[in-house]
């Protein structure tokens, strides 16, 4: 969006809201209980890969004879992999944003707390922008790995759906911020990092 942050106010937007990076679960518990239809799908999601599983682990157990050990040996490797997947994971929100038109993005971590955030100093995003830039890592991850799941042998399919529906559980973040737009979708919402700061605004102005 082709507009600085310092020319929010004389463009008529009102700050909403703001996202202390240090301490984002508060804000972020808050939008991904909401009932809307992004934290609705990030729930539904997750509790259908857990069943789906649930029922592949079974089923090579129970019908394909493969060894108990074998089977929770690729469901722990499912688990695994997608803390492997945190720098793709960010890394292709720096893409993102970089594709809707920053030129300045970064990464922050907080190890205490364990969260990770890919983040655009000062440049500011409107809706449609911050959507691809918080779908992008999920849509794509999922996809590639739902692809192996039919390429690969059946122990290696159910790695890769364990880690579908366990990065999908690490994504509650970026779904807990499509639901804060979503909620808010009678305004024109937008957004932008400080990162000197280490925090985000949101701003709107009414449509």
């Excluded at 880690?163 to 808010?184: Q, R």
């Amino acid at each position: 969006m082709k507009i600085q942050p310092e020319s929010l106010l004389e463009n008529s937007y009102t700050l909403l809201d703001t996202l202390d990076h240090q301490d984002i679960m508060p804000f972020l518990q808050q939008y991904i209980k909401k009932k809307t239809i992004s934290a609705i799908f990030y729930y539904t999601f997750c509790g259908i890969s857990l069943g789906v599983i649930g029922a592949y682990a079974a089923l090579l157990y129970f019908s394909s004879g493969f060894k108990g050990e074998d089977v929770f040996f690729h469901v722990s490797l499912g688990c695994l992999l997608p803390f492997l997947l945190i720098p793709l994971h960010e890394y292709l929100h720096a893409i993102a944003y970089k594709w809707v038109g920053a030129s300045n993005t970064s990464y922050d971590v907080n190890w205490k707390k364990f969260y990770f955030m890919a983040v655009a100093d000062k440049f500011v995003a409107n809706r449609q922008e911050f959507l691809v830039v918080a779908w992008l890592p999920f849509t794509v991850i999922s996809l590639l790995s739902f692809l192996l799941c039919w390429v690969t042998p059946p122990l290696w399919g159910l790695t890769m759906t364990t880690t579908i529906g366990i990065h999908a559980a690490f994504c509650s973040g970026d779904f807990a911020l499509i639901s804060y737009f979503e909620y808010h979708k009678d305004k024109e919402l937008i957004t932008f990092d400080d990162v000197t700061n280490k925090v985000s605004y949101f701003y709107y102005r009414k449509i």
